[in-house]
Nanobody, 125 residues
């Protein structure tokens, strides 16, 4: 049974930083693409960043240069470092694990079969 648990959300002023962690059980993050998504009420869920089994990373244009995704294989954890936060970054952030190992070519939200419950990030202006 796969379990993903996010932590590190909270309230921060614009320009501040937060560090989100996604700790996995029942799955090895080093061989699966792990992604961070975010969602706000009334909006479609948005892919924020991902890291593949080859350690390739990809970011939404809106967060490039501000967010960094990384992986700690020993802790089976993926981290999202968020700097220079803006009010528009306010959302519930969820991590998700791709269902197929070593599958960086299989793209799209439908391929992510395991999701965490999410952590709230609120950025005040």
């Amino acid at each position: 049974q796969v379990q993903l648990v996010e932590s590190g959300g909270g309230l921060v002023q614009a320009g501040g930083s937060l560090r989100l962690s996604c700790t996995a059980a029942g799955i090895t993050v080093s061989i699966h693409t792990i992604a961070w998504y975010r969602q706000t009420p009334g909006k479609q869920r948005e892919l924020v960043a991902l890291i593949t089994s080859r350690s390739s990373t990809d970011y939404a244009d809106s967060v490039k240069g501000r967010f960094t995704i990384s992986r700690d294989n020993a802790k089976n954890t993926v981290t999202l470092q968020m700097n220079s936060l803006k009010p528009e970054d306010t959302a519930v952030y969820c991590c998700a694990a791709h269902s197929v190992p070593y599958s960086s070519d299989l793209k799209g939200e439908a391929w992510y079969g395991s999701w965490g419950q999410g952590t709230q990030v609120t950025v005040s202006s």
